[in-house]
């Protein structure tokens, strides 16, 4: 399996911006569809974005679209989610996560999680 480590993670006050970074080793990370997902507090973990391994289509949860964007760079096995107009409501853990397609289902390598706090 590959390797999966979240950066970028902090606090942000409503409106703001950041950039959340998952850096993978171990395999080709240009074999697999990247994605994104979120754990709130008290809540199951939520599908925020995927993209897909070889032309980059992307997908998005309703709650994000429009305000997050999701990249990858297969020369730095590296994938993006940048995050605008951020909302209280998006405090969560993020984790990025791998798999050979880009549906929730079917991604089985994980990241250990970056925090992010949008304060009002």
């Known amino acids: 399996q590959v390797q999966l480590v979240e950066s970028g993670g902090g606090l942000v006050q409503a409106g703001g911006s950041l950039r959340l970074s998952c850096a993978a080793s171990g395999r080709t990370f240009s074999n697999y569809a990247g994605g994104w997902f979120r754990q709130a507090p008290g809540k199951g973990r939520e599908f925020i974005a995927a993209?897909?391994?070889?032309?980059?289509?992307?997908y998005y949860a309703d709650s994000v679209k429009g305000r997050f964007t999701i990249s990858r760079d297969n020369a730095k096995s590296t994938v993006y989610l940048q995050m605008n107009s951020l909302k209280t409501e998006d405090t969560a853990v993020y984790f990025c996560?791998?798999?050979?397609?880009?549906?929730?289902?079917?991604?089985?390598?994980w990241g250990q999680g970056t925090q992010v706090t949008v304060s009002s």
């Open positions: 996560a791998a798999g050979s397609i880009p549906v929730p289902a079917a991604f089985s390598s």
């Open positions: 993209i897909s391994r070889n032309y980059g289509t992307t």
